[in-house]
């Protein structure tokens, strides 16, 4: 019985995200041409004369019509070719792959370290509500939401990597060579992005579970006698799944497109400073491209935590 | 059927198996003979290249300088030495004949031919290849080969400063027909292993370099464009050597025990006043702005004594054609307020526009509003973002900075930055005896004819162009004291970013 809705609602999601992807890549496509300069004048720099420009354009194709160009980039994407890259002339596999899988493995190691952390801190809180315990984690998590991220970054790698020599200060996956340099190397960058992450989602949590607590079933729960983890486990969370999913979703989210502070302190080579390079260069192919991906995490994330929403609250499984 | 159990664990999970998915574990490389110097610059991009003729940031410079070498190389007084050349000469200056080194070998095993040097030469000619020496390319009328080792060059015009010309890091020698620059093969010290734009390079020695025996092993390369993380990667160890150092934190790295090596360059930050249109092409105002530079609050204020206070004219006092009978024009707001008065403008209000491109101009405007105030104008700082400043306001606003790096020769920076035809004639000033002066001097041999003709080019422009020129500035990099064997050159920090043959690491 699950499965007939279930896959109603992911065909419908499949089908609404394949249409937001059409929409960004005109939108990206239609602000690229709002900005000004192209790639041969961003090739060219500071000795681009109108002569050596003109063509520059000419040798790049880049004198035909943008709804042409657009055109026929489309056409490529529908036969599996993403184009190359205007600046270096790379097809796109070869410029994104090993940066896609750069960020997908901070970003993996980010969400491992945080996600069970952040439930773990956020029921701990609703729990013992009111507690200092509970005042601890929310003033913890108030202040670090309000400190930038590239200062965490800075004082962690001036504390441990400058002053007590543990850590490296730049994060180089050349230099892995057991689970024990994983830990070393990677330590910096995800504690930097774990504190930027986590305390959304500890509140997310902290609330979420509070407001299971209060209702009327835990309150039967408890006066039924089960043990307050029982009351917390089996009743109250199943219960507060959906808006922690959606809380998590977004906070994972961001940690694709939105890392480029840490990705330039640490001199990781992930997608989002490829993003910043091709906007710079005006590369508009690999614009498109890396535009595409990050819409693409984007609603695979949402729509997760979607379908995990249903899944975990019987009443909308069954309805 | 999915239960909500499941769910919940296969959350868990994803992050896991995504995470680990990823690492394959590789045995450390060992520490190579001659050791691994790891070089941190500022700049680095997708854009990053191992085109000689595109070759435009400092990452650029020095990958280039490692793999290619020019056919000749410019020493400590900027004067040309003969590298893949062994002789260059000429009759008259137009018709030059150019003999290369014998038995030298490409990184692939082919010997340098003629050919590899006609090809290297004429490709800058092509519109498409998109060089940054298109303009000295131009004065090329042909370029033959004549013989297997001989090459035969004729100008368009005579041009004493060939020789130093195609000791341009963009004029280096590729192999004949080389179009794909992904796995460059050259000449030079290093060869290239690995290059990947915007992340790193690694090369490794090439033991049969022609000038010297290379005693590094390899060379690591990349950018890290945070300056305080850039720092922060040489405190720790993490790095060997970074360029681009914020003279502010100079002498805290002395004191943490690092060495700087401190490059006084002929490179300069400029205001510009257009002088074709607007209020800005009175000749009394332009003269004013000139007297409102306060050039050592800036060298110690801005530079913390790292710069060389200029002249408003481009030749450096490190420049063998350098004019000292040109009189030092001093901070003076009250003679300002003198030729604002005659131009008109006392109580104007005029944007002077500045960006990070232009090298501190930030600061330096904020100095010239506050003279400004002294003498009667009133400036207002526009900002504007680095990121596209070269096409859309530079040499366009009427009050703006432009950012000049070293030029080898006085013919180079005049011809390109002064003369009336000149694509970079940031001011917009165009005088005709200046360009038969400019004329004159490219073909004159008699050297003391032509430093006197150098010499009038420099009042001229110290007198009339709509250029302030405040300071030379210095270059800063920063390395531990390990490395050895750097020293530095006019051209540019880095050892004018070619440190590959020269540098050493100690203990290794």
């Known amino acids: ?319 | 059927m999915i239960g909500r159990r499941d769910a919940i664990r296969l959350i868990g999970g994803g992050g896991l198996s995504l995470g680990l998915g990823a690492c394959g574990f590789t045995p450390a490389r060992p520490e190579p003979s001659g050791g691994r110097l790891r070089v941190a610059v500022a700049v680095s991009s997708t854009a990053d290249t191992m085109d000689p003729a595109r070759q435009t940031v400092v990452s650029d410079f020095c990958r280039c300088a490692m793999v290619y070498d020019g056919l000749t190389r410019l020493d400590a007084r900027s004067r040309p030495q003969f590298a893949l050349a062994e002789a260059i000469e000429s009759q008259d200056s137009r018709d030059w004949s150019i003999r290369l080194r014998r038995g030298v070998r490409f990184h692939d095993g082919s010997p340098l031919t003629a050919a590899d040097v006609v090809y290297s030469l004429n490709r800058h000619l092509d519109p498409a290849v998109g060089s940054k020496a298109r303009i000295f390319a131009q004065q090329f009328a042909s370029v033959r080969a004549d013989g297997p080792d001989h090459v035969r060059l004729v100008l368009e015009s005579a041009n004493s400063d060939l020789p130093t010309i195609l000791g341009i890091s963009q004029f280096q020698i590729v192999r004949d027909g080389t179009r794909d620059f992904r796995h460059p093969v050259g000449t030079g010290p290093m060869r290239m292993v690995e290059f990947a734009p915007g992340v790193r390079s690694l090369a490794v020695r090439w033991p049969d370099y022609w000038r010297r025996k290379v005693r590094l092993g390899e060379i690591e390369l990349f950018s890290i464009s945070d300056d305080s993380a850039r720092i922060n990667a040489l405190l720790s160890g993490d790095v060997d050597l970074i360029h681009a150092i914020n003279p502010r934190i100079a002498h805290h790295l002395e004191h943490a025990g690092f060495d700087l090596l401190v490059t006084r360059s002929g490179g300069y930050t400029n205001l510009i006043a257009r002088l074709d249109r607007g209020p800005t092409s009175h000749p009394d105002f332009v003269a004013g702005l000139k007297l409102l530079l306060d050039r050592e609050t800036m060298r110690n204020a801005i530079f913390r004594g790292y710069a060389t206070i200029g002249n408003d004219q481009p030749i450096a006092p490190t420049n063998p054609y350098f004019d000292p009978s040109v009189p030092q024009r001093a901070f003076d707001p009250d003679r300002a307020r003198h030729h604002f008065a005659r131009a008109g403008m006392i109580g104007a209000r005029l944007p002077i526009v500045t960006s990070t491109a232009a090298d501190k101009s930030d600061d330096m405007a904020v100095l010239i509003q506050n003279a400004g105030r002294r003498a009667g104008v009133r400036f207002d700082i526009r900002r504007v973002p680095s990121d596209g400043y070269w096409t859309n306001s530079w040499m366009k606003v009427p009050l703006g900075f432009g950012n000049v790096n070293a030029r080898p020769t006085a013919d180079i920076i005049f011809t390109q930055f002064f003369a009336s035809d000149a694509p970079w004639n940031e001011s917009g000033w165009k005088n005709a005896r200046f360009d038969s002066l400019l004329r004159a001097a490219r073909g004159e041999t008699d050297e003391a004819r032509r430093k006197s003709l150098y010499g009038e080019m420099q009042h001229l422009v110290h007198d009339q162009a709509g250029i302030g020129i405040p300071l030379f500035l210095s270059s800063l990099d920063a390395h531990n004291p390990r490395v050895k064997g750097l020293r530095p050159m006019p051209q540019g920090g880095l050892m004018g970013f070619d440190f590959a043959a020269d540098a050493w690491m100690e203990g290794a």
């Open chain 1, 1 to 319: 019985m699950i499965h007939s809705p279930l896959m109603v609602l992911i065909g419908r999601r499949v089908a609404a995200a394949l249409a937001t992807l059409i929409f960004v890549s005109l939108a990206v496509f239609a602000i690229a041409q709002l900005m000004e300069g192209d790639v041969a004048e961003a090739i060219l720099g500071q000795s681009a004369t109108p002569e050596a420009l003109a063509g520059l354009r000419q040798a790049m194709h880049l004198d035909q019509p943008a709804w042409r160009r657009y055109l026929e980039w489309a056409g490529g994407v529908l036969t599996g070719d993403l184009g190359h890259s205007l600046i270096t002339g790379l097809p796109m596999r070869e410029m994104i792959g090993a940066r896609l899988v750069n960020s997908l493995t901070l970003a993996g190691l980010t969400a491992l370290v945080s996600v069970p952390l952040a439930l773990a801190l956020g029921i701990m809180a609703a729990v013992r509500r009111g507690t200092a315990f509970d005042r601890a984690i929310s003033i913890a998590t108030i202040g670090i939401v309000s400190v930038p991220e590239f200062l965490i970054a800075t004082l962690a790698v001036m504390l441990f990597a400058v002053t007590l020599r543990w850590l490296p200060a730049l994060t180089s996956t050349r230099d892995v060579h057991s689970i024990w340099d994983l830990v070393r190397v990677f330590a910096l960058p995800v504690f930097s992005l774990a504190c930027f992450v986590m305390a959304q989602m500890v509140r997310m949590t902290r609330a979420a579970v509070i407001d299971a607590l209060d209702t009327s079933y835990c309150e039967a729960a408890r006066l039924k006698g089960c043990s307050p983890a029982r009351v917390v486990l089996r009743h109250a969370l199943p219960n507060a799944i959906g808006p922690i999913a959606n809380a998590i979703a977004l906070s994972l989210s961001t940690l694709l497109g939105g890392v480029i502070v840490v990705e330039i302190i640490f001199n990781y080579p992930g997608i989002a400073r490829l993003m910043v390079d091709a906007v710079a260069t005006r590369d508009l192919p690999l614009v498109q491209a890396v535009a595409i991906i990050f819409c693409t995490a984007y609603l695979i994330l949402v729509t997760t935590a979607d379908v995990v929403t249903i899944l975990a609250n019987p009443r909308l499984r069954h309805r």
